[in-house]
């Protein structure tokens, strides 16, 4: 299984769903409070098209926002 971080802001609702829905398949995952990243951080995500929180970086995969089709990858 992947290593799952989640680069996340407060009361994100995107955020949230992500959390359930890994939960709920019992994926372990790290969050990261993306406001108390460097402006660099953020700029580095904005480069790659990462526009919208939550941010996940798996092993093989990155996305934003809540994603429920690329979840659905890391229980395959």
Do not use: H
């Not at 994100?12 to 660099?40: F, S």
């Not at 798996?58 to 089709?69: K, N």
């Amino acid at each position: 299984m992947s290593n799952v971080t989640i680069y996340s802001k407060a009361s994100c609702v995107q955020c949230t769903a992500t959390y359930r829905a890994l939960d709920g398949k019992g994926i372990a995952y790290t969050v990261v409070d993306l406001e108390q990243e460097p402006v660099e951080t953020v700029e580095q995500f904005k480069e790659r098209g990462l526009m919208q929180a939550p941010i996940v970086i798996t092993d093989t995969d990155e996305w934003s926002g809540f994603r429920p089709d690329k979840i659905a990858t890391l229980t395959a």
